[in-house]
Structure formats: structure tokens, C-alpha cells
């Protein structure tokens, strides 16, 4: 399971989405409810509304608390993460979400993309492996591979018009050999159709 999860990496870019709005979240909540905080309270001093800024004191607690939870939410999935998966795959998975791995993911996908197409000469593979090709991004990586994958198709090519040139080579010789069955039958019959009209003149001469 690790191996299929792990080394998948389209899986492993919504992995990488997901930790990296975790870790604005971290940042930017807490700031956010700061400056919530300071400017409620600074509204009531300006108001001069005790009862407004004893409020608003009373929710500073709530606040800070929030601020607290939103700061360990990444550790709070992580247990889940731990509960939900007791082997601990899923949760390697997305603590290794990164884009070096990422990178590494997809250079892996395209190149068994390709040993796939060169090993099988099928075009639906060739197909296949020029997607997975373009989705890399190291453009060194996807000219290599893509002149490996020019050197498949024309492989492919050459084995189509030879396969063709076999299929025309195999039909004139059925041809051939109908056309000498058909000789042999007919002088078979005329040899035949001979040596009956020999017995006739034999026959002839005798009586």
C-alpha cells in the first residue's frame, strides 16, 4: 500500500496543497484574530461603552484559545491520521509530500512509462508515456525521454511495414501456390483424357 500511495504523484501534490494550507493557516489565523481582537476592543474604548469593552475582554479568552487549537491543528490531524491508518502508510505519505519527492514521483511514473512503451511497441503505451513525459517539469528529463519515445515509434514503424511487406509476401505465395494447383490438376486431367484415348486407338487396332 505504501509503494502504490507513496509513489503516486498526483496523490501526493493534493498532499503537498493540503500541508501547505495548514501552514498559512498556522501564520495567518492567529494574526487575523489579533488584529480582530485589537480592533473590537479599540471600537468600545473609542465608544466609551464599559459594557461594550467588558464584552469584549470576556471573549479575549475564547479567542486566544481558538488561536491555541488552530496552532496544533496539524498535529490533531496527524493523530487522526495515526488512529485511521494503525500502520502509519498514509501519515509517511503525506509527512513526505514534498516537492523534491513530488518530482521525484512523477520522473518515476514517466520513466516506467516509457520502459513499458519500448518493452511492448504498442502505440496506446507510446500514447501513455508522452502524457506522463509532460507532466515533468525538468525539461533535460522530457527531452530525453521523448527521444527515447521518438526511437519507439519509429521501431514500431519499421515493424508495421515489415509485418506488411510479410502479409503481401505470404499472399503471393498462397497465390503462386493456387495457381500451380490448379496447373498440375489440369494436366493431371489432360494427361488422364491421353492415355484414354491411347486405350481407344489400342483397343481400335486390336478388334
Known sequence: MLLTVCSNPDLLSVMYLVNQII??????APIALIIAMMISLVKAVIANDENMVAKEKAKIPKKMIAMVLIFFVPTFIQVVMNIVDSSYEYNSCFVGATKENIAQAYL????????KAEESLNYLDVEEAKLEINKLKNKEKQANYNERIDVVKETIKKKKE???????????LKLIRKKYEELSATIKEKGESHQIELKQKAEEIKG
Do not use: G, Q
Not at 108 to 115: G, H, I, Q, S
Open 23 to 28: 501552514n498559512v493557516l498556522k501564520i495567518v
Open 108 to 115: 518515476t511514473k514517466a520513466d516506467n512509462a516509457v520502459l
Open 162 to 172: 515489415e509485418e506488411m511487406k510479410s502479409k503481401d509476401l505470404d499472399e503471393r
